[in-house]
Structures are given as structure tokens and as C-alpha cells.
């Protein structure tokens, strides 16, 4: 199946500062990708939808000038989290999206970036 | 604004037991994913169901798409503690290129 590749897993980082979280689809062209937050023990909570080559479209409620996201090249989105804080703490997961004719649309998830604001 | 009820909340059972995942809408989808979710992971997608009734197994685990294309069904048989994780309904197409995600079930399969 498709590979989509999310990095870093994991980071920690001072109130403050800011946080550049890359989402690569490693075996297909996505021209559209999805960024999620989760709580825990809940569902995704979608962020905005990244669109190569244009602007982000970001979900009532959601800071976009706080959640930078980026989608120069049709295998790579990024999302910067800009001076973070605790609050930002959170699961953060992206999507990239695959229609295919007579199998209808999929979602191929990256394994997620767990942020700790200190 | 569209919107897929997932039922239970939360499922606690015995290894060997059956359990059945609900996801309910008013609204007609082009199709509905299930994922699995693990603690610390990506959901990770199961299947993928489009045509009304259509019905898909996987192993101990089936899934059912409903006639009017607004509601499925996950149901594994004999359950086993690997079965344990966040189970994820989301269905597409009625609101452009964008999945809406019902709330999630927790299964937990004791040994």
C-alpha cells in the first residue's frame, strides 16, 4: 500500500519557540494532504487541507497564521507550529490523499508527531 | 456540517468474544473507510467499502456498507488482545476531496 512518512515522531521544545513537522508521500503524488490533531482517547480533529501549489485551507477555529503549512512539491507538506506553547501540546498526524477510479478515496496516514511544549 | 456517530464509545471484552462497531449518518457517502488506530501511531486503513450493501471480510473481521450508502457496520469474530485499539469509521465524498471521521470506539480484548 501507499507509504506516507511523517517526521520527527517526537519532539520537545521550549514555550516559545517554533516546530517545522514534515509529511512526505514516499510512493505516489498527493496533491492534496490533510493535517490532524488528537487528543487522547479521541478522534482526529482536522486542521486545515493542503493544496500543492496554493494556499492551505484551514478549519473553523484553527490559527493559520499560527499553523504555518506549506505544500511546494506533490510529495511533501509541512507544518510549522509557530511559538508554541503548552497548549499546542498534542498529537499531530498528516494524511495524503489517493482517489483512484472505482475504488473511491483513501487516506494513507504518517505514524504521527507527539509535541510537548514546555 | 456532516456528521458519522460512532457506537460504542468504548468496548471492553474477553478474548474469543464477537464485538460489532456501528457508524451512523444522515448524509450519503461515496464510500467509508475503517481504520485502526495504536496508541502513538497513524490510523492505519482496513478497508475501503462503495457500493451499497456491499459487504467485505478481512480475516475475522467484517464490514458492511448499508443499502443507502449512509451507514456500515465493522464486526469481528473472536476477538484477540492484537484486535485492541481505536477503530476509526470516515466517510467521503460528500464533502469534496475531505473525510469526515466519526468519533472513534476503543476496543480493548482481555487475554
Known amino acids: 500500500g501507499a507509504v506516507v512518512s511523517q517526521h520527527p515522531s517526537w519532539v520537545i521544545c521550549k514555550s516559545g519557540t517554533s516546530v517545522k513537522i514534515e509529511c512526505r508521500s514516499l510512493?505516489?503524488?498527493?496533491?492534496?494532504m490533510f493535517w490532524y490533531r488528537q487528543f487522547p482517547k479521541q478522534s482526529l480533529m482536522l486542521m486545515a487541507t493542503?493544496?500543492?501549489?496554493?494556499?492551505?485551507?484551514?478549519e473553523q477555529g484553527v490559527e493559520k497564521d499560527k499553523f504555518l503549512i506549506n505544500h511546494a512539491s506533490l510529495t511533501l507538506s509541512t507544518l510549522t507550529v509557530t511559538s508554541a506553547h503548552p497548549e499546542d501540546s498534542s498529537f499531530y498526524i498528516c494524511?495524503?490523499?489517493?482517489?483512484?477510479?472505482?475504488?473511491?478515496?483513501?487516506?494513507?496516514f504518517g505514524s504521527g508527531t507527539q509535541l510537548s511544549v514546555l | 456540517t456532516q456528521l458519522l456517530e460512532q457506537s460504542p464509545q468504548f468496548l471492553s471484552i474477553q478474548e474469543g468474544e464477537n464485538l460489532t462497531v456501528y457508524c451512523n449518518s444522515s448524509?450519503?457517502?461515496?464510500?467509508l473507510q475503517w481504520y485502526r488506530q495504536e496508541p502513538g501511531e497513524g490510523p492505519v486503513l482496513l478497508v475501503t467499502?462503495?457500493?451499497?450493501?456491499e459487504v467485505k471480510k478481512l480475516k475475522r473481521l467484517t464490514f458492511q456498507f448499508g443499502d443507502a450508502r449512509k451507514d456500515s457496520s465493522l464486526h469481528i469474530t473472536a476477538a484477540q488482545p492484537g484486535d485492541t485499539g481505536l477503530y476509526l469509521c470516515?466517510?467521503?465524498?460528500?464533502?469534496?476531496?475531505?473525510?469526515?471521521f466519526g468519533g472513534g470506539t476503543r476496543v480493548l480484548v482481555k487475554p
Open positions: 494524511s495524503a490523499y489517493l482517489r483512484t477510479a472505482g475504488k473511491g478515496e483513501k487516506l494513507f
Open positions: 510512493d505516489f503524488q498527493a496533491t492534496t
Open positions: 493542503s493544496n500543492e501549489g496554493s494556499k492551505a485551507t484551514y
Open positions: 448524509s450519503v457517502f461515496s464510500s
Open positions: 467499502v462503495v457500493t451499497g450493501g
Open positions: 470516515a466517510g467521503g465524498g460528500a464533502a469534496g476531496n475531505k473525510l469526515t
